[in-house]
């Protein structure tokens, strides 16, 4: 008898008496999968199970197993049963004794409460188990030993985040699945946004922190400042495209405020905004990023000595155009470093 889940990843639901491979550790055999309390069992779904192996295999209760149809994994299960005998399907009484079968192992009912409200923290699990909070981080501690629950960090206490392996093998696959999609869609970009990132995950924000810190401890991963990327991701470019941006850089290289504003596709620049090499002051215009901090500096100590200072005042601070003087205060409001009051900045 076995408590059974198939994957998310499935592309369609699991009949009763479906043919599958069974596989425990390094021993695996062919087997049919008889369900207990339903006809099938869609993506994402779990239920009670007999599998009928047509080979022996050296189980204990506890262990858990995963199932393939010809070269897919389509699930896995937990043993809690290796004495049964062929049990009625649908029949109430059945259900009824795997269940309490079931929360009678410790560590089964633990992995089996969390999966079913992962991520979750240890004091809400302690609630769920109805143990104390002492002996069921000692309970949690064993679980992490034997390979049944992954800690979303090192030391555990009851504010500790959790998943169960399972459920931190599929967060992972997806997050580098992601990842892979977006450098093909976008093999000019350095990486994703780490907003647009958490997105995509579709996890709860008290839990999207501890998540990608873990996922960015594998090395699988990486942060730099506002995105995320694959390891060892960089975009790829022509040496056309690389000569562009060498020409570009050059121009804005030589003056903070070049008369004529070279061109770069946008493209190539937010190649640039990526590596923190330039900022764009709106659409037409670019600077070099140690240019704008100089630049940001002289305006913001100013303003600490005058209160304020206007268009003409920074046109004529920075000996630039007004165009160009106009492009940094707007960016500079929109980094909520200065407010625009009538025809005056000030300092938030």
Aim: aromatic content about 6%; hydrophobic content about 40%; cysteine-free.
């Amino acid at each position: 008898d076995a408590k059974v889940k198939i994957l998310n990843s499935v592309a369609r639901p699991v009949r009763h008496n479906f043919p599958i491979t069974v596989h425990v550790y390094s021993a695996e055999t062919t087997a049919r999968l008889r369900l207990l309390n339903q006809d099938f069992l869609k993506p994402g779904q779990e239920g009670w199970a007999q599998l009928w192996l047509d080979e022996h295999l050296p189980l204990v209760r506890g262990d858990r197993f995963i199932f393939r149809s010809t070269d897919q994994t389509i699930g896995g299960g937990v043993i809690v049963d290796l004495d049964s005998k062929k049990h009625r399907r649908k029949d109430p009484a059945v259900i009824d004794y795997l269940d309490a079968l079931i929360q009678e192992d410790p560590l089964v009912k633990l992995e089996t409460t969390l999966e079913s409200v992962q991520p979750s923290d240890v004091k809400s699990i302690s609630r769920l188990i109805n143990l104390p909070l002492v002996e069921t981080i000692a309970l949690i501690e064993k679980a992490v030993s034997v390979g049944f629950i992954f800690p979303l960090g090192n030391a555990i206490d009851e504010s500790s985040d959790l998943l169960t392996v399972r459920g931190w093998r599929e967060i992972s696959n997806k997050a580098i699945s992601i990842l892979t999609d977006f450098h093909k869609e976008n093999p000019l970009k350095l990486g994703m946004s780490l907003e647009e990132f958490r997105k995509r995950l579709a996890l709860k924000e008290r839990f999207a922190q501890s998540v990608l810190n873990a996922l960015l401890k594998t090395g699988d991963i990486e942060e730099d400042g506002h995105i995320v990327r694959l390891e060892n991701h960089s975009p790829i470019l022509t040496v056309n495209q690389q000569s562009q941006i060498d020409d570009f850089l050059a121009i804005l290289s030589e003056t903070p405020f070049p008369t004529d504003q070279p061109s770069l596709p946008v493209d190539l620049q937010m190649i640039l905004v990526d590596r923190g090499e330039i900022i764009r002051l709106g659409s037409n215009m670019a600077i070099k990023t140690n240019y704008y901090k100089m630049i940001q500096s002289k305006i913001i100590n100013r303003v600490k000595s005058e209160g304020q200072i206007s268009l003409s005042d920074t046109r004529d601070l920075l000996g630039t155009s007004r165009k160009y003087a106009q492009s940094i205060l707007e960016h500079m409001d929109d980094e909520k470093i200065t407010r625009r009051v009538g025809d005056i900045r000030i300092l938030l």
